[in-house]
């Protein structure tokens, strides 16, 4: 379905739009900027769905480049083009291959500092498929535990920032078989659970891939069950800026 074009946000409308985002977790905190006089920041974290080839030696916001070739550019050029006031910075820090720990690994470098007033993450697919394919074992309490340990890390350095967790999903054909499951579903639910506890809003995604896979195949929307066709990725997009209300 098409989005209506919306007009250029005045100062009045951005702050509006930014209390929308916020919510309680962007209540005034002294000694950190507000978004209204700096820019909305969003930024993008995950594995390679959210890496989605991007030039990792591009650093500044709002270039194509930078954001790849997957929804966080389809997220940014939308509301971009819907707000050309300047008031919208975004960021992808994906790295294909990503499990939580590595996500944690970096944070510190790739994360923290951009002081996102919005941060996105979507992660868990290579947490279950590195143990069928690289030997990896983490089980799904480890995962969950150290979400929640990365969530909390979140909270304290950037108090206000508001996370949209979105839901690890695979569709089911290419490298997806009858090994995964019921492991991986056990993660979803560990994603949701994350998700309540730390506050975040939780994107679902999986329902969506479901329902629309008897309309086209599988493949259609991922080709090998995990990465998501240019359409997959419109999808993602949709359920992104529905949840973000950008």
């Known amino acids: 379905m098409a989005r209506p074009t919306a007009p250029p946000l005045t100062r009045r409308d951005f702050v509006a739009t930014t209390a929308a985002l916020s919510a309680a977790a962007l209540a005034r905190v002294p000694g950190r900027r507000t978004p209204s006089a700096a820019g909305l920041v969003v930024l993008f974290q995950g594995d390679s769905i959210t890496d989605a080839g991007r030039d990792r030696q591009v650093s500044e916001p709002n270039v194509a480049r930078g954001l790849g070739d997957g929804y966080p550019l389809l997220v940014g050029a939308a509301a971009l083009a819907a707000h050309p006031d300047g008031a919208l910075r975004f960021y992808n820090r994906g790295v294909s291959g990503d499990k939580v720990p590595d996500l944690t690994s970096r944070w510190a470098t ?64 290419g490298a997806v078989d009858e090994h995964w499951f019921p492991e991986f579903d056990e993660r979803r639910a560990a994603a949701r659970r994350v998700a309540q506890r730390a506050g975040a809003s939780f994107v679902p995604l999986q329902a969506v891939f479901d329902d629309l896979s008897r309309r086209a195949t599988p493949q259609y929307w991922a080709a090998d069950g995990v990465h998501p066709t240019p359409a997959g990725h419109a999808l993602i997009a949709e359920q992104w800026r529905r949840a973000a209300h950008l």
């Open 110 to 173: 790739d994360t923290l500092p951009l002081e996102p007033d919005v941060l996105s993450i979507l992660v868990g697919v290579n947490d279950f498929w590195h143990k069928l394919s690289k030997g990896y074992t983490g089980t799904v309490q480890q995962y969950e535990d150290q979400y929640v340990a990365l969530l909390e890390q979140t909270r304290r350095a950037l108090p206000r920032v508001r996370v949209l967790v979105l839901e690890p999903f695979v569709l089911r054909c």
